[in-house]
């Protein structure tokens, strides 16, 4: 969840922001359409005439690329889609699962390639390069290179991980086809015909993009670790506030590129009002939206002693026990209550411990050094970097 945009209009309305980012996808794509499919006859062409195997699937590979580019169109259209009573946060997360489409035509891609290959491996043919065709690879790698660079430009300026990783793919391919050219240039110095395993190569090169980008649209999908520079931003504009002491549990959660929607918690002062803190929380929610366009759906609010005597003795004691566990990662919300005798904090554990076994562990302690006290203790998750 790449942070992208802080750095858009933001005097545009979200719905012309959306608008703006679906015909930067659509008309990159197009692009990515036409250059792939030109190239792809070209090669298969050249594949056919020359018998190279190599050029062959790397033709085949300009028409997979053409593919996912009608794919990306397709995921960028219905991802744009208004929110309705059925999917009150829109269709964001479709973008995700054109992206696992993507990477599976370049798996797939990748795959018959390595049979292709393996076969002319054990049946031999010999190539028939002439002057021509390598002139044609030779601008095909200019050209990919080029595409490359430009979609996957157009990708990051859109956050649409489904055209970056074409891009991606794009320069691998200007590669795949120098590789390509320098076996036809060996097997015309030499007469060493590298054919068949150049396009091992490229099999295994396509196979591995498609297995990462894979990947990473699951970890999208399942949801991750928010982005640390998102997080670093959000916190120190809340932090900005003179009432605001500390800004714990963000949670960001997304529903598609550029549609993030967090919770967090203030610290703030136990002497103000909520006339004072509805003022804080709104104005919190507005900075934060306009900054970074993350929407903030709930503030919650820690309550902090201000008080200097046995509260603050209270909170700096079980502030050294909690932290002095590793898997203690960040004390925050603490509140005692000197009158009814009751505490209650909440503490960061690691993944390296059971958040209950966590609350166990601290609460005996604790409990041992003020006996007399309640102790209530919420376990909160690492789930951003501190």
Same mark, same amino acid.
């Given at each position: 969840m790449k942070n992208t945009n802080s750095q858009n209009d933001n005097s545009k309305p979200l719905e012309a922001l959306e608008a703006d980012r679906e015909r930067l996808i659509v008309t990159t794509s197009i692009v990515g359409i036409v250059t792939n499919l030109l190239l792809a006859g070209f090669k298969a062409a050249v594949g056919i005439i020359s018998n190279s195997i190599a050029i062959t699937l790397d033709a085949v590979n300009n028409t997979s690329?053409?593919?996912?580019?009608?794919?990306?169109?397709?995921?960028?259209?219905?991802?744009?889609?208004?929110?309705?009573?059925?999917?009150?946060?829109?269709?964001?997360?479709?973008?995700?699962?054109?992206?696992?489409?993507v990477s599976a035509i370049i798996l797939y891609a990748g795959i018959t390639s390595a049979v292709e290959s393996v076969k002319k491996i054990i049946h031999p043919e010999e190539a028939d390069y002439s002057a021509v065709s390598l002139v044609i690879v030779a601008v095909a790698i200019v050209v990919k290179l080029l595409l490359g660079s430009f979609v996957k430009k157009q990708g990051?300026?859109?956050?649409?991980?489904?055209?970056?990783?074409?891009?991606?793919?794009?320069?691998?391919?200007?590669?795949?086809?120098?590789?390509?050219?320098?076996?036809?240039?060996?097997? $015309?110095?030499?007469?060493?015909?590298l054919?068949?395993?150049?396009?091992?190569?490229?099999?295994?090169?396509?196979?591995?993009?498609?297995?990462?980008? $894979?990947?990473?649209?699951?970890?999208?999908?399942?949801?991750?670790?928010?982005?640390?520079?998102?997080?670093?931003e959000i916190k120190s504009l809340i932090a900005q506030e003179p009432e605001v002491m500390g800004a714990y549990d963000l949670v960001i959660n997304n529903y598609g590129p550029n549609r993030n929607y967090a919770s967090v918690h203030m610290e703030l002062p136990d002497t103000m009002t909520v006339e004072e803190v509805d003022r804080i929380t709104r104005r919190v929610e507005a900075k934060v939206y306009l900054a970074t366009g993350v929407v903030l759906t709930g503030v919650g609010v820690y309550s902090h002693n201000t008080g200097k005597g046995e509260a603050a003795e209270i909170r700096n004691s079980i502030q050294k026990t909690v932290l002095s566990y590793d898997w203690a990662l960040q004390m925050h919300g603490f509140y005692a209550d000197t009158q009814s005798k009751t505490v209650r904090f909440d503490v960061v554990v690691s993944f390296d411990i059971k958040p209950k076994e966590a609350v166990r562990i601290l609460r005996k302690e604790?409990?041992?050094?003020?006996?007399?006290?309640?102790?209530?203790?919420?376990?909160?998750?690492?789930?951003?970097?501190?």
């Open positions: 690329d053409a593919l996912s580019s009608v794919i990306t169109i397709i995921g960028a259209k219905l991802g744009g889609k208004a929110p309705d009573k059925k999917h009150p946060l829109g269709y964001g997360r479709i973008e995700y699962l054109s992206s696992m489409i990051q300026k859109a956050n649409s991980g489904a055209l970056t990783a074409s891009g991606s793919d794009a320069l691998f391919d200007a590669v795949l086809s120098a590789s390509v050219l320098a076996s036809a240039a060996v097997f $015309m110095i030499w007469h060493i015909s054919e068949a395993y150049v396009g091992v190569i490229i099999a295994v090169v396509i196979m591995k993009a498609g297995v990462e980008m $894979m990947s990473e649209t699951v970890s999208d999908i399942l949801g991750q670790r928010a982005d640390p520079e998102l997080v670093r604790i409990g041992e050094q003020y006996p007399d006290y309640t102790v209530n203790i919420t376990p909160d998750i690492d789930l951003t970097d501190l």
